[in-house]
C-alpha cells in the first residue's frame, strides 16, 4: 500500500474516530479548561506485586511536578469504604470474541457474588454493543442483582470483530470512546472516586510508521486527549482494562501500548493510539491487567486499590501558556514500595482580574 494510500486511510479514520466524542462532548461537555490551581490526586502504594499498604505517614512521600518537588499542602490516608466511592463494571462485547465472553461471563458473575453478593461501593453494570452502550439506572451493592442483570444481557449479531480490519478497528474504537464519555458525564456530579473496570482485550490502538495525521487533525486530538485528561481528573475517574484473553493474548499485542503511555505535550507528537483503552488506563492511575486467565481475579486485583489508598494535593505552579502538560511523580521513601496515580495534567495559565470573561 502506498504512503499516499495510508495518509488517506489516515483521514478518513480520524474523521470517523473522533466525530463520536465531539458529539458526545456537545451533549454532554466534558469539563472546561481551568486555570493551574489545586490539584488533588488518589494514589496507590504498593510492592510490586502484592496488596496496597495503608498508614505510611507523609513525609515517606515526595512529590514531583515536571520533576521539579512541590510541597504537599493536605494529605489523607483513606481504608476501605471511609470515603464515598463508586465503581463501574464495564463489559465490552465489540472488542472481544464469542468464546471469551462466553468465557468471561460466568467468572464477573462469580466476582459479584463472593461476599454472599455484598459489594464494597454502589456499583452500576454498562455493556457495550455494536448498537451502543446499556448501563443499569441505578447503582446498587447487591452483587446478585447485578449478576442477575448480566444474565439478561444476549450478546447479539457482531458486525465488527478483531477481524474486520482497520475500518472496523476504528469504529471499534469510535464506540469505547463514546461509552467512556457518556460514563464519565454521567458519574461527573457524584462525590469520590470513580473506579472503572472496562473488561476488555482494548481498544485498537491504530497507530503505525505509515499511518500518519495533517497537522489540523493533530490539533483535534490533541484536545481531544487534553479533554480526556482534564474530566479524568476532575472527576477523580481511576480506568482499568480487565484483558479477559488471559494467557492465550500474545505478548506483543498485550505490551504494544506501552510505547504510547507517555504524556503528549503537543500536538505534533500526537498518534490514535493516545486514545486507545490501555493508554488512558495508566495515565489515570490505573492498570492494565492480563495475562491471567482468572479474571474474577484481576477483578478483585483492581478493587484492592481500593482498601488502602492516599488523598495527595498540592498547587499546581503558575503555567506559562495554554495546555501546558505536566508529569506528575509520586515517590516513596519506603524501600520496596512504588506509588500509583495520575501521570500528568495540563495547566492554564492564571487569568488576569482585568481579562475579558469567556
Same mark, same amino acid.
Given at each position: 500500500?502506498?504512503?499516499?494510500?495510508?495518509?488517506?486511510?489516515?483521514?478518513?479514520?480520524?474523521?470517523?474516530?473522533?466525530?463520536?466524542?465531539?458529539?458526545?462532548?456537545?451533549?454532554?461537555?466534558?469539563?472546561?479548561?481551568?486555570?493551574?490551581?489545586?490539584?488533588?490526586? &488518589?494514589?496507590?502504594?504498593?510492592?510490586?506485586?502484592?496488596?496496597?499498604?495503608?498508614?505510611?505517614?507523609?513525609?515517606?512521600?515526595?512529590?514531583?511536578?515536571?520533576?521539579?518537588?512541590?510541597?504537599?499542602?493536605?494529605?489523607?490516608?483513606?481504608?476501605?469504604?471511609?470515603?464515598?466511592?463508586?465503581?463501574?463494571?464495564?463489559? &465490552?462485547?465489540?472488542?472481544?470474541?464469542?468464546?471469551?465472553?462466553?468465557?468471561?461471563?460466568?467468572?464477573?458473575?462469580?466476582?459479584?457474588?463472593?461476599?454472599?453478593?455484598?459489594?464494597?461501593?454502589?456499583?452500576?453494570?454498562?455493556?457495550?454493543? &455494536?448498537?451502543?452502550?446499556?448501563?443499569?439506572?441505578?447503582?446498587?451493592?447487591?452483587?446478585?442483582?447485578?449478576?442477575?442483570?448480566?444474565?439478561?444481557?444476549?450478546?447479539?449479531?457482531?458486525?465488527?470483530?478483531?477481524?474486520?480490519?482497520?475500518?472496523?478497528?476504528?469504529?471499534?474504537?469510535?464506540?469505547?470512546?463514546?461509552?467512556?464519555?457518556?460514563?464519565?458525564?454521567?458519574?461527573?456530579?457524584?462525590?469520590?472516586?470513580?473506579?472503572?473496570?472496562?473488561?476488555?482485550?482494548?481498544?485498537?490502538?491504530?497507530?503505525?510508521?505509515?499511518?500518519?495525521?495533517?497537522?489540523?487533525?493533530?490539533?483535534?486530538?490533541?484536545?481531544?486527549?487534553?479533554?480526556?485528561?482534564?474530566?479524568?481528573?476532575?472527576?477523580?475517574?481511576?480506568?482499568?482494562?480487565?484483558?479477559?484473553?488471559?494467557?492465550?493474548?500474545?505478548?506483543?499485542?498485550?505490551?504494544?501500548?506501552?510505547?504510547?503511555?507517555?504524556?503528549?505535550?503537543?500536538?505534533?507528537?500526537?498518534?490514535?493510539?493516545?486514545?486507545?483503552?490501555?493508554?488512558?488506563?495508566?495515565?489515570?492511575?490505573?492498570?492494565?491487567?492480563?495475562?491471567?486467565?482468572?479474571?474474577?481475579?484481576?477483578?478483585?486485583?483492581?478493587?484492592?486499590?481500593?482498601?488502602?489508598?492516599?488523598?495527595?494535593?498540592? &498547587?499546581?505552579?503558575?503555567?506559562?501558556?495554554?495546555?501546558?502538560?505536566?508529569?506528575?511523580?509520586?515517590?516513596?521513601?519506603?524501600?520496596?514500595?512504588?506509588?500509583?496515580?495520575?501521570?500528568?495534567?495540563?495547566?492554564?495559565?492564571?487569568?488576569?482580574?482585568?481579562?475579558?470573561?469567556?
Amino acid at each position: 500500500m502506498s504512503t499516499r494510500t495510508y495518509r488517506r486511510i489516515s483521514l478518513v479514520l480520524f474523521g470517523s474516530l473522533l466525530s463520536a466524542a465531539f458529539a458526545t462532548a456537545q451533549q454532554a461537555p466534558l469539563s472546561p479548561p481551568a486555570p493551574s490551581g489545586k490539584i488533588v490526586l &488518589d494514589v496507590v502504594v504498593s510492592p510490586r506485586s502484592g496488596p496496597p499498604v495503608a498508614n505510611l505517614p507523609q513525609q515517606n512521600f515526595t512529590l514531583l511536578d515536571n520533576k521539579t518537588s512541590r510541597p504537599i499542602t493536605s494529605f489523607h490516608a483513606f481504608a476501605q469504604s471511609q470515603e464515598p466511592t463508586q465503581v463501574i463494571l464495564v463489559i &465490552d462485547n465489540v472488542n472481544t470474541s464469542y468464546e471469551t465472553i462466553a468465557y468471561a461471563r460466568p467468572q464477573i458473575e462469580k466476582f459479584l457474588r463472593a461476599n454472599d453478593g455484598h459489594l464494597a461501593y454502589p456499583t452500576t453494570l454498562a455493556v457495550v454493543n &455494536d448498537d451502543g452502550t446499556q448501563i443499569q439506572p441505578h447503582p446498587t451493592t447487591d452483587g446478585n442483582a447485578l449478576s442477575a442483570a448480566l444474565d439478561q444481557y444476549e450478546v447479539g449479531l457482531k458486525f465488527l470483530r478483531r477481524d474486520t480490519g482497520i475500518w472496523g478497528a476504528a469504529d471499534r474504537t469510535d464506540l469505547g470512546l463514546r461509552a467512556l464519555n457518556s460514563l464519565m458525564a454521567r458519574d461527573s456530579n457524584l462525590p469520590g472516586r470513580k473506579i472503572i473496570l472496562w473488561v476488555s482485550p482494548g481498544w485498537p490502538l491504530l497507530s503505525g510508521p505509515r499511518l500518519d495525521l495533517p497537522y489540523k487533525q493533530e490539533q483535534q486530538i490533541f484536545g481531544t486527549i487534553i479533554a480526556l485528561s482534564n474530566e479524568l481528573r476532575t472527576t477523580h475517574t481511576t480506568l482499568y482494562n480487565i484483558n479477559p484473553i488471559g494467557a492465550g493474548e500474545g505478548v506483543l499485542r498485550s505490551n504494544y501500548y506501552e510505547d504510547f503511555v507517555k504524556g503528549v505535550e503537543k500536538p505534533s507528537q500526537v498518534v490514535l493510539g493516545d486514545l486507545s483503552l490501555q493508554v488512558l488506563a495508566t495515565q489515570s492511575g490505573g492498570q492494565v491487567l492480563y495475562a491471567n486467565n482468572d479474571i474474577t481475579a484481576l477483578l478483585q486485583q483492581a478493587m484492592a486499590d481500593t482498601t488502602a489508598y492516599y488523598e495527595l494535593t498540592f &498547587d499546581a505552579p503558575p503555567a506559562e501558556r495554554p495546555d501546558e502538560y505536566h508529569n506528575i511523580q509520586v515517590q516513596v521513601s519506603s524501600p520496596g514500595l512504588h506509588a500509583r496515580t495520575l501521570q500528568g495534567y495540563y495547566a492554564q495559565p492564571m487569568r488576569s482580574e482585568n481579562a475579558p470573561q469567556q
